[in-house]
């Protein structure tokens, strides 16, 4: 199943996550804000959140 997370402020300025299902739907999501966004990713690790880094595009015979 892919999940796809997404991180925001709210209305009260709070960081806050949520876990969405592919069509949107929210699964899970933070019970309360937090100030800082480390603390809130941390949250979201304990939920299952894990970073993936964007991965580059390349061009056929594009050297980097």
């Known amino acids: ?9 709210d209305d009260g300025r709070q960081r806050r ?5 592919a069509d949107r739907t929210v699964i899970a ?14 949250n979201a690790q ?3 959140y894990v970073f ?4 580059l595009k390349t061009t056929r015979g594009q050297v980097r």
Not at 1 to 9: H, P, V
Not at 17 to 21: E, G, K, P, V
Not at 52 to 55: A, V
């Open 1 to 9: 199943m892919n999940l796809i997370w997404r991180f925001y402020r």
């Open 17 to 21: 996550w949520q876990r969405l299902s």
């Open 29 to 42: 999501e933070s019970n309360m804000g937090y100030t800082d966004y480390e603390v809130c990713v941390v």
């Open 46 to 48: 304990g939920k299952g």
């Open 52 to 55: 993936h880094p964007t991965q």
